[in-house]
């Protein structure tokens, strides 16, 4: 059975920095491209952050140069670290893994982690 596993939210005020972590089970995350996720209050989901199986990485502008998406192969996980963070960072932030070969498309989603950015 396919887990992942997101921690790492709360509360945290403006300016401050928050570490995310998607802990894979059942699969081995490393072969996986992995993407973050959040949606905020009245949005739609959107994609904040990408790391290929190949450790290529790709952020959308709006967290460019504050947040770094890494994989720690040996903890089967993947991270996210948030700094600088806005008001507007507020969200539930959910990781996708998903995997494409021969046999079909694999994809997973956890379950979500709410990060608030609040004085």
């Known amino acids: 059975q396919v887990q992942l596993v997101e921690s790492g939210g709360g509360l945290v005020q403006p300016g401050g920095s928050q570490r995310l972590s998607c802990a894979a089970s059942?699969?081995?995350?490393?072969?996986?491209?992995v993407d973050w996720y959040r949606q905020g209050p009245g949005k739609q989901r959107e994609l904040v952050a990408a790391?290929?199986?190949?450790?290529?990485?790709n952020y959308a502008d709006s967290v460019k140069g504050r947040f770094t998406i890494s994989r720690d192969n040996a903890k089967n996980t993947v991270y996210l670290q948030m700094n600088s963070l806005k008001p507007e960072d507020t969200a539930v932030y959910y990781c996708?893994?998903?995997?494409?070969?021969?046999?079909?498309?694999?994809?997973?989603w956890g379950q979500g982690t709410q990060v608030t950015v609040s004085s």
């Open positions: 790391i290929t199986s190949s450790d290529s990485t």
């Open positions: 996708n893994a998903k995997r494409a070969n021969r046999t079909g498309v694999y994809a997973y």
């Open positions: 059942g699969i081995t995350l490393n072969i996986y491209a």
